[in-house]
């Protein structure tokens, strides 16, 4: 069983970049599909995106297209959310997820078993 442990969240003005970290102890996580959702107050988790475990196919909402990248670091068992160009709506709790091989479908929450406690994320406008 994997456990996951976020961090980088933090406050961030508008335009401004942060790096996010979900650790993973417990097993090899290279053999593992990540996603990374988000999570405002009195909205549902979104998708944010994902990373198959290979690393060969990558996932991005929309609207964090070419803003928002998507790695991983074997060696580290760490993967990361690098964001920049930070929109006040991008202010949400940042969690990661993550399933042995394959996940059924990258986009939906219901397709990870492994999630960690979430890191805030707040861009002031």
């Known amino acids: 069983q994997a456990q996951l442990v976020e961090s980088g969240g933090g406050l961030v003005q508008a335009g401004g970049s942060l790096r996010l970290s979900c650790a993973a102890s417990?097993?090899?996580?290279?053999?593992?599909?990540v996603g990374w959702f988000r999570q405002a107050p009195g909205k549902e988790r979104e998708f944010v995106a994902a990373?198959?475990?290979?690393?060969?196919?990558?996932y991005y909402a929309d609207s964090v297209k070419g803003r928002f990248t998507i790695s991983r670091d074997n060696a580290k068992n760490t993967v990361y959310l690098r964001m920049n160009s930070l929109k006040p709506e991008d202010t949400a709790v940042y969690y990661c997820?993550?399933?042995?091989?394959?996940?059924?479908?990258?986009?939906?929450?219901?397709?990870?078993?492994?999630w960690g406690q979430g890191t805030q994320v707040t861009v002031s406008g």
């Open positions: 417990g097993r090899t996580f290279s053999t593992y599909a």
């Open positions: 990373l198959s475990w290979s690393g060969g196919s990558t």
């Open positions: 997820a993550a399933d042995r091989f394959s996940v059924t479908n990258y986009y939906t929450p219901g397709s990870y078993a492994y």
